[in-house]
Nanobody, 130 residues
Framework: QVQLVESGGGSVQAGGSLRLSCAAS????????MGWFRQAPGKEREGVAT????????DYADSVKGRFTISQDTAKVTLFLRINNLKPEDTGMYYC???????????????????????WGQGTQVTVSS
């Protein structure tokens, strides 16, 4: 059973930066899509960044390209999301999620919808003030 625990959220002013972390445990020897998703009040959950553990392919939502960076530590037990130049519209609850899956090299996880992810953390709140 994979368990995910997020941390690193907070309240920041626009233009600031944050690094979110997701500590993972319970992995089997396999490949996973791992991603960061966010949900603002009254809005649907959206994927912002994903990484395929098999080859490290990353994908980003258009709204965050150039500002968000997803990465893993070498032991692949911690997932990170570096957020630069925060904007008020980045406000929301940020969730780490994972799904065990095997993909072709270079394909990435962009086509895997959030409903397919079966492991979720409890979320960490990011609030950006203007």
């Amino acid at each position: 059973q994979v368990q995910l625990v997020e941390s690193g959220g907070g309240s920041v002013q626009a233009g600031g930066s944050l690094r979110l972390s997701c500590a993972a445990s319970g992995y089997t020897y396999s490949t996973y899509c791992m991603g960061w998703f966010r949900q603002a009040p009254g809005k649907e959950r959206e994927g912002v960044a994903t990484i395929y553990t098999g080859d490290g392919t990353t994908d980003y939502a258009d709204s965050v390209k150039g500002r968000f960076t997803i990465s893993q530590d070498t032991a692949k037990v911690t997932l990170f999301l570096r957020i630069n130049n925060l904007k008020p519209e980045d406000t929301g609850m940020y969730y780490c999620a994972a799904v065990r899956i095997a993909l072709g090299r270079g394909r990435g996880c962009a086509g895997i919808g959030y409903s397919n992810y079966n492991y979720w953390g409890q979320g960490t709140q990011v609030t950006v003030s203007s």
